[in-house]
């Protein structure tokens, strides 16, 4: 069975940029989540998707979205990138309702 | 809101030594799920406790949940090298999906 993935693997971007990762949930899974790895703020809730709609959102700015599509793959876009926003950029999915989450790789953003 | 400590943030122990890491949520967890995070990896799922007063173990690992459920550990007897990655603590936060608030995470480093 195949893990989840994440696209791509690293990425540099300029500020004011914007930037789209994607994520491909492990087979029938139906719940993604994000979350937002930093050495100072810890893994930090982005939001989650279940069934293509937002079921939860974390303190994040307006900036940070995501969309869920029929097949569970879920994409989050960052607008007007800052410099703050390095960091790495993990996609979970997970089987049902508080079950463990499974990560991808991640996604190493770095804003130049 | 929800808050999850774990201490201490940082271990450097012998190999072959004993090591524990501690974690307290400020609400009672539903359950508590504990993940290892090696160098330059992404999270994986170790365990999930979920009734009061529970302790599993995985080989040389050891899990307890607290009678209150506020509370956890995680007990490495004799360390190994293999060891090494850095540990956190997870919980549901209150009703809301698959979010989950994650532990600061305790840095285990093994010398051989």
């Known amino acids: 069975k195949a893990g989840v993935t994440q696209t791509p693997r690293y990425l540099i971007k300029t500020r004011g940029q914007q930037v789209t990762l994607s994520c491909s949930p492990i087979s029938g899974h139906r719940s993604v989540s994000w979350y937002q790895q930093t050495p100072g703020q810890g893994l930090q809730f982005l939001f989650e998707y279940f069934s293509e709609t937002q079921r939860n959102k974390g303190n994040f700015p307006g900036r940070f979205s995501g969309r869920q599509f029929s097949n569970s793959r879920s994409e989050m876009n960052v607008s007007t990138l800052e410099l703050g926003d390095s960091a790495l950029y993990l996609c979970?999915?997970?089987?049902?309702?508080?079950?463990?989450?499974?990560f991808g790789q991640g996604t190493r953003l770095t804003v130049v | 809101g929800q808050q999850v400590m774990q201490i201490p943030q940082y271990q450097h122990v012998q190999e072959g030594e004993d090591f524990t890491t501690y974690c307290n949520s400020s609400t009672t967890l539903s359950n508590i799920q504990w993940y290892k995070q090696r160098p330059g990896g992404h999270p994986v799922f170790l365990i999930q406790l979920v009734k009061s007063g529970e302790v599993k173990k995985q080989k040389r690992l050891t899990f307890q949940f607290g009678e209150a459920k506020k509370n956890s550990s995680l007990h490495i007897t004799a360390t190994q090298t293999t060891d090494v990655g850095t540990y956190f603590c997870?919980?549901?936060?209150?009703?809301?999906?698959?979010?989950?608030?994650f532990g600061g995470g305790t840095r285990l480093m093994v010398k051989p």
């Open positions: 997870a919980g549901p936060h209150g009703n809301a999906g698959n979010m989950l608030t």
């Open positions: 979970a999915s997970s089987r049902d309702f508080r079950a463990e989450a499974f």
